[in-house]
């Protein structure tokens, strides 16, 4: 029996044929393009500084371009907004003036209708402006505060930031 041999590991033998390693070095050119994609936001009238740092390298003097241009737009905006204010100011006034014109008038022609003994047309005619004037008195009212409401939930999610 062939005995069993524990703990040694045999040893390759030896080829009887040559073998004979070639190595080759090759080179390659690879041509490719490399692509960088940058996103960045921001938010409000003005970009961050690197940006603006970036735009002078560019083209020199361009952020003091900017923030002309920014402010002007600003100052034009504002001298809009006065204006739409005060004209809005002075048609409230002539509405308010007309209105108390139409009623005294209207309030005038009771009074004569009444002293001249037709008293159920002068008091249509008295009462009539005074329920006119409530009535738009309270539908200007509903209106402002359904205004203010809508502007404060417009603005509600502004504020969360």
Not at 120 to 142: D, H, N, Q, R
Request: aromatic share 4%; hydrophobic share 35%; glycine share 8%.
């Amino acid at each position: 029996m062939p005995s069993k041999r524990r703990g040694k590991a045999r040893e390759p033998r030896p080829s009887s044929r040559k073998r004979e390693v070639v190595q080759r070095e090759t080179q390659r050119t690879v041509v490719g393009i490399q692509t960088e994609t940058r996103i960045s936001a921001y938010q409000g009238p003005l970009p961050p500084p690197e940006i603006l740092r970036e735009l002078d390298d560019i083209v020199p003097g361009s952020p003091s371009r900017l923030f002309t241009l920014f402010e002007d737009q600003a100052r034009h905006r504002m001298d809009l907004e006065r204006r739409v204010v005060g004209s809005d100011i002075v048609q409230s006034r002539l509405g308010l003036l007309a209105g108390c014109l139409i009623a005294l008038v209207i309030s005038g022609e009771g009074a004569f209708l009444i002293w001249n003994g037709n008293s159920t047309e002068g008091l249509v005619a008295l009462v009539t402006p005074i329920v006119g004037l409530v009535s738009i008195f309270f539908y200007g009212t509903k209106s402002r505060k359904d205004e203010r409401l809508q502007k404060a939930e417009r603005q509600a999610p502004l504020r969360k930031r």
